[in-house]
């Protein structure tokens, strides 16, 4: 089997899978793209996450992880749903209305992982799904599976941003795909957009300025900035704004993986409810939902500060 034959059954393995796109790079390091994270960390634009600063090897070079790797293959699956924030209460960003992407995507990956050792059962693989010191953007970007934005996501023009990432690093050689052409021009929505103004450059974002950090990421004895609070606008559990104005995902389509769809149709969280839950009641509220990670005391805090600021 040539490269360009086993390239082709492996995307065929991953769109079979149930993936929306998919991309292969060549396994050498981000020479570039590291300097560039290496800037933001130095700009101490990662907030409070420290460990986005360890492993920098890794980050640069994917063979630290897996000796011998001769190629990357990144995925793209699209979690769009078509409904909006309904009802009062704290808002919900759309990648957490439905189950946790870290319970769907890898049994998708082991599919594709499946395909290659079929082809060789001598080739190593790893795989993850937002879940290692792997630049999944930029290799994203080298892969062809889109351009980054000016908001950090990477676009598609079929589903623009709305889409989960996958990566599979292998020892198999695969045929690299063409890298796509940025099509931002000189749109800045996202930029315009941003409430507190956390895009501070085109594809620079500062996380202490951002309302995603700070409602998902920070810890819960963390206070939010003043900034934050300001333009918090309703949002409990991440934010959508940078999203919802690039032009490019007036093209996106519906998903086609109900789990991502809102349980029970719930888009907004009510926070007086929230404020009211138990350990347990949370534990089962939000089992195998990406609204687990800030955790109650941290989800807590966060209806704190859209009750307060709507009652200012």
Known sequence: MTITERTSVIRQAALDAGFDAV????????????THYEDWIARSYHGSLGYMERNAEKRRDVTEILPGARSVIVVALNYY????HRGEGGKVARYAWGDDYHDVIPERLDRIVAAIKAIDPTAECKRYTDTGPILEKQWAVRAGLGWQGKHSNI???????WF??????????????????????????????????????PYVVD?????????????????FPSNVVEHLDGWIFGCDVCQDVCPWNRFQRPTQERRFL??????VLD????????????????KGSPIKRPKLAGLQRNAKAVEQRRNE
């Open 23 to 34: 991309g292969v790079a060549e396994a050498v390091p981000l020479y570039d793209a590291f």
């Open 81 to 84: 749903t078509p409904f909006e």
């Open 155 to 161: 676009l598609r023009r079929d589903i623009g941003s």
């Open 164 to 201: 989960f990432l996958g990566v599979i690093i292998t020892t198999m050689p695969l045929e690299p795909s063409k890298p796509m052409e940025d099509h931002c021009g000189t749109c800045t929505a996202c930029i315009d957009g941003c409430p507190t103004k956390a895009i501070v450059e």
């Open 207 to 223: 996380a202490r300025s951002c309302i995603s950090y700070w409602t998902i990421e920070a810890k819960a004895h963390e206070e």
């Open 262 to 267: 809102p349980r029970g149709g719930v888009t």
């Open 271 to 286: 926070t007086g409810e929230m404020l009211s839950l138990s350990p347990d009641a949370f534990a089962s509220r939000f």
